[in-house]
Nanobody
Framework: QVQLVESGGGLVQAGGSLRLSCAASGRTISSYAMGWFRQAPGKEREVVAAISWSGRDTYYADSVKGRFTISRDNAKATVYLQMNSLKPEDTAVYYC?????????????????WGQGTQVTVSS
């Protein structure tokens, strides 16, 4: 089993930045692909970014390309999401997820382990 705990969410003005962290415990995630997802009220959960086990390969949703950066520190069992130039439409609950395979995916259903989520609110 893998336990994931997100932190770093909050309220920020449009144009601001936040850095989300996802700390993993239980089984090691060093061989797992990881992803960040978000869900806004009344909308389906969607992928934001994903990263392979080594960090060499990354994926970003078109809506966040050039603004968000996913990274990981396997020694600390932590995954990060740096969010810059935030927009009101980025407002959502952000979830960290782990996929027990080295290769990233943008499919929500391919992730087995999920955190409880952290709220990000961007005011205009």
């Amino acid at each position: 089993q893998v336990q994931l705990v997100e932190s770093g969410g909050g309220l920020v003005q449009a144009g601001g930045s936040l850095r989300l962290s996802c700390a993993a415990s239980g089984r090691t995630i060093s061989s797992y692909a990881m992803g960040w997802f978000r869900q806004a009220p009344g909308k389906e959960r969607e992928v934001v970014a994903a990263i392979s086990w080594s960090g060499r390969d990354t994926y970003y949703a078109d809506s966040v390309k050039g603004r968000f950066t996913i990274s990981r520190d396997n020694a600390k069992a932590t995954v990060y999401l740096q969010m810059n130039s935030l927009k009101p439409e980025d407002t959502a609950v952000y979830y960290c997820a782990a996929r027990p395979t080295p290769y990233l995916s943008g499919e929500t259903s391919s992730y087995d382990y999920w955190g409880q989520g952290t709220q990000v609110t961007v005011s205009s």
